[in-house]
């Protein structure tokens, strides 16, 4: 791969590459909370400028009500493919604080590791599209297909915007197929295509049991108490081995397929291992690995509960009011409508007479993605990556959500390949996230390729 003169350019530039997705690095772009709304705007500059100088058109941002988007295009390939580059610039927040070793907007690097909030959701990998983008540009003064760049604001609050943006934007983002960076590699050593990922459903509900919090002595016993309530019915959502105690969502789920399940075998998987790296409890459906538990089985889980006095010190009172956030992660099959309704007839039903329940926060929500594994863009992975590795890679699943995957496919008619190059266990969300360096190296030595295999297929290859 090594005579690509692309890929050359693009190695030979690695310290000035490293540098730019530095500066990147450094912007606060948190999408989710008001006080960095200077940090999201400077981010959209930052991009709109880096997609100007690369020589992209008709660079703009795409309103959808929200965090906007951030687009260019260049559609000078006749008859070639129309690719979408997807990436986000939004980031999760930085909090705790106090937890990370070096400052989170102050990008370090570590023991080959690039320790910053965003390094490997998604600013590396998406650092890592553009820079192939430009350099074939530069070194080319054109790219092998027409690609139109979307660089979402608003990932990581779950794109409530982005179905707005496709219906005002349409005719910018049609296109024959998506390569995102976004979903990464699943194992170091063995190169991995992601062929689907699992849905989301979020919402938060309350509890009231009386008018107001109570006095503990004058009440206590006597009463019911909204905190109790709420543990007990939250508690009603699981059996005791772990599995969903809902029917009406588990009992129409397809059974999983032998291809499935051997697909998910192929990926090297050390049990034991993925729950004491985190110092966990494993817990979860029997009768499923623990990769089949992440990736073909859905989860419900509760995300955070609160009622009453949480403060210093003691307050002895009944709480009339409790809450709870929950989180829903569906597979292929279900529909996610139909399982919200499940859900929320289940805590109705749970409730004991005069108990309250209120639904505060919908939310929103996404489906689960299944790429077809004849699909063009899955064959030119699966030859750029073998040649690139000498190894026949794994076709996998993600266990997380990516909703532009289900948005693109069902307003657009857009398959996407999840080809970022960030790895398992690099504290995304979490404090001391982490890119490796060498990661770097290894998207630059492919993409480039990627795009070039891509240009070989007709059109009417990406419909069928």
């Known amino acids: 791969m090594q005579d690509n003169n692309v890929v050359k350019y693009l190695l030979n530039r690695h310290d000035e590459i490293l540098n730019r997705l530095f500066d990147f690095l450094r912007i606060p772009s948190v999408s989710t909370d008001p006080a960095f709304a200077g940090g999201m705007k400077d981010a959209q500059v930052f991009l709109l400028r880096w997609l100007k100088q690369m020589g992209l058109d008709d660079v703009q941002l795409l309103h959808g009500g929200g965090h906007p988007a951030v687009y260019g295009a260049w559609n000078n390939a006749p008859r070639k493919p129309t690719l979408l580059i997807y990436g986000h610039y939004d980031v999760q927040p930085p909090d705790p604080v106090e937890a990370w070793i070096t400052p989170p907007f102050e990008p370090t690097i570590r023991d080959g590791r690039i320790y910053a909030r965003g390094a490997s959701d998604i600013k590396g990998s998406t650092a890592i599209a553009l820079e192939t983008l430009g350099a074939f540009l530069k070194i080319r003064g054109a790219c092998p297909v027409n690609v139109r760049v979307f660089l ?60 107001k919090d109570l006095h503990s002595g004058r009440y206590g016993g006597a009463v019911r108490n909204a905190t109790h309530e709420m543990a007990r019915v939250i508690a009603s959502l699981h059996n005791k081995d772990g599995s969903i105690a809902i029917p009406e969502m588990m009992d129409v789920l397809p059974a999983v397929s032998d291809e499935a399940r051997a697909q998910s075998a192929k990926l090297p998987f050390d049990e034991n291992e993925f729950v004491n790296d985190v110092g966990g409890l494993a817990y979860g459906e029997p009768g499923y690995t623990v990769r089949e538990q992440l990736t073909l089985r859905p ?75 004849g699909h063009p863009l899955v064959r030119a992975a699966q030859k750029v990556l073998h040649e690139a590795t000498g190894q026949d890679p794994v076709l996998v699943r993600l266990g997380s959500s990516i909703p532009i995957t289900a948005i693109f496919r069902e307003l657009l008619g857009v398959q996407t390949l999840m080809f970022g190059f960030n790895l398992p266990g690099e504290d995304i969300h979490a404090p001391n996230e982490f890119f490796r360096v060498a990661s770097i190296a290894k998207g630059l030595s492919v993409w480039p390729r990627l795009l070039e295999e891509l240009s070989k297929y007709e059109l009417d290859e990406f419909r069928k």
Not at 168 to 174: C, D, H, R, S, T
Not at 205 to 211: F, G, K
Request: a negative charge; glycine letters at 12%; hydrophobic letters at 40%.
């Open 152 to 211: 979402e604001g608003e990932e990581e609050t779950n794109s409530p915007s982005l179905r707005a943006i496709v219906e005002k934007y349409g005719a910018l983002l049609q296109a024959d197929g998506m390569i995102s960076a976004d979903g990464g590699r699943a194992h170091p050593e063995i190169p991995t295509i992601n062929i689907g990922s699992r849905g989301i459903i979020e919402f938060e509900i309350s509890m009231r049991t009386a008018e």
């Open 299 to 373: 989860a419900l889980d509760v995300n955070g509960m609160w009622g009453g006095y949480t403060g210093v010190g003691g307050k002895t009172i009944i709480p009339n009011i409790a809450y709870a956030k929950l989180s829903v992660r569906t597979v292929a099959g279900q529909d996610k409508d139909r399982v919200f309704k499940a859900i929320i007839a289940h805590l109705y039903a749970a409730c004991h007479e005069g108990v309250k329940l209120s639904i505060e926060d919908p939310g929103t929500g996404s489906p689960a993605f299944s790429l077809p594994t």
